[in-house]
Structure formats: C-alpha cells, structure tokens
C-alpha cells in the first residue's frame, strides 16, 4: 500500500508521527512540503478525502497569516484557501498521511494509526 506523509522535520508532531508509523513497519515516502508544496487541487482533495473544509486545515496562528490579513471567520471559496496554502506552505496543519486512498491529519499523531489496518 502506497504510504506518504506531509512532513516538516521542525515539528515535533510531524515526527512523533513519522516515529509512530516506522514502529509499525511502516516507511512512508516523506514529502517536505515546505520544499515541495503541493498544488491547490491537490490541497483540496486531501481535505475532501478527510471530510474537512480547507480551512480547518490553516495553522491561522502562523505569523503569516497574520500578515495575510486572514482569519478562521472569512467567508471565502474553498479553492481560495487551497490556493494561499499552496502558496504559502506554512499555513499547512501537518502532518498529513496518506495511506492508499485514506488521508488523516496526525493531530495527535496517534491518529496516524486510524487508517491502516
């Protein structure tokens, strides 16, 4: 089963994460997505794949967004938020795993776990 995880080595949930699933004999593909970010319509689909609309995927705390101006109470389209986050990768919640057709954000990482088996 192909295995990818969304990864930014500088958080400590993303490698707890990481640590959790190479436990259970499992090696993701690590994607660091502060190098490679990915598309919006990828972004978008990894949320309708969770059952969660973009913006709950915001890290609305991070300096940029405030620079941003943006806030969780902004009324705007989907693809909107899909596009800032693929355009300013640290709005990214992470970690974000991919088990096959399953995705699941890791918070807390243990929730990695949820989708295999």
């Not at 190479?22 to 660091?32: G, L, S």
């Not at 997505?33 to 991070?62: A, Q, S, V």
Request: aromatic share 6%; net charge positive; hydrophobic share 35%.
């Amino acid at each position: 089963m192909e295995a990818r995880i969304f990864h930014n080595p500088r958080c400590s949930k993303s490698r707890q994460a990481l640590q959790i699933l190479k436990e259970h004999k499992i090696e993701p593909q690590i994607i660091e997505y502060l190098k490679t970010p990915p598309t919006p319509d990828d972004i978008c689909d990894l949320c309708k794949k969770m059952g969660i609309p973009p913006r709950e995927l915001i890290r609305f705390k991070e300096a940029i967004a405030k620079e941003l101006g943006i806030s969780r109470k902004d009324d705007r389209e989907d693809g909107e938020w899909c596009r800032l986050m693929a355009e300013h990768p640290k709005l990214i919640e992470r970690p974000i795993f991919i088990y096959g057709d399953k995705v699941v954000l890791g918070r807390p990482p243990e929730k990695v776990l949820e989708i295999v088996g």
